[in-house]
Nanobody, 127 residues
Framework: QVRLEDSGGGLVQTGGSLRLSCVFS????????MGWFRHAPGKERLFVAG????????DYTDSVKGRFTISRDDAKNTVYLQMNSLKPEDTAVYYC????????????????????WGQGTQVTVSS
């Protein structure tokens, strides 16, 4: 059974940094895609970043490009989201997820294309 454990959130000031971690267990990572989504109050859960673990391709939503970096450590079965230059609008609960979306049609940006989710970690950026 696939299990994800995400962590690393916290309270940070504008311009600060956080690194989120997502530990994967119960399967082989190499054939999956992993993503980070965020859910802010009053909004739907939205795509932040994704990595295709088979091809190494990465993708980011426009608002975080140049500030966030998704990476992997296969030895630790862990995917990270390094978040720099944080802004108050980045405040949300962040969830990691795993699945087999089809990247060429943008499927990796859709929540419905992922099968397992972490419990979420709160990121709060103060102004």
């Amino acid at each position: 059974q696939v299990r994800l454990e995400d962590s690393g959130g916290g309270l940070v000031q504008t311009g600060g940094s956080l690194r989120l971690s997502c530990v994967f267990s119960g399967g082989t990572l190499s054939s999956w895609s992993m993503g980070w989504f965020r859910h802010a109050p009053g909004k739907e859960r939205l795509f932040v970043a994704g990595i295709n673990l088979a091809s190494g391709a990465t993708d980011y939503t426009d608002s975080v490009k140049g500030r966030f970096t998704i990476s992997r450590d296969d030895a630790k079965n862990t995917v990270y989201l390094q978040m720099n230059s944080l802004k108050p609008e980045d405040t949300a609960v962040y969830y990691c997820t795993v699945g087999t979306p089809i990247w060429r049609n943008g499927g990796h940006r859709e929540t419905s294309k992922y099968s397992s989710w972490g419990q979420g970690t709160q990121v709060t950026v103060s102004s």
